[in-house]
């Protein structure tokens, strides 16, 4: 079991930026895929970006978020982080950080498939 806990969300004004840190514990971090996914009010959950466990070599982000954010992880220290730069209104969301068990195939982008969730951090872009 992992648990997960995100934090660094806050109000930001366009063209701000933040960084999304998400602590895990309880499990061997570095065996997991990582991903991060954001909801708005009345939408669906969607993909943000993912990162692949161990040293991280992979890595994808939303086309919408492509050139400003940024995914990393620290397997020391049990971490992944999400830099958001360049932030705009429609950035503005509920972010969840979410652990994915290894298999054989890896669907990044797919929240269905990823086996444990935070509670999420809000994120406020105004403009």
């Known amino acids: 079991q992992v648990h997960l806990v995100e934090s660094g969300g806050g109000l930001v004004q366009v063209g701000g930026s933040l960084r999304l840190s998400c602590a895990a514990s309880g499990g061997t971090f570095s065996s997991y895929h990582m991903g991060w996914f954001r909801q708005a009010p009345g939408k669906e959950r969607e993909f943000v970006a993912a990162i692949s466990r161990s040293a991280g070599i992979m890595r994808y982000v939303a086309n919408s978020v492509k050139g400003r954010f940024t995914i990393s992880r620290d397997n020391d220290k049990n971490t992944v982080l999400l830099q958001m730069n360049g932030l705009k209104p429609e950035d503005t969301a509920l972010y969840y950080c979410?652990?994915?068990?290894?298999?054989?195939?890896?669907?990044?982008?797919?929240?269905?498939?990823?086996?444990?969730w935070g509670q999420g951090t809000k994120v406020t872009v105004s403009s």
């Open positions: 979410a652990a994915y068990r290894y298999g054989s195939t890896w669907y990044y982008d797919n929240d269905g498939r990823y086996d444990y």
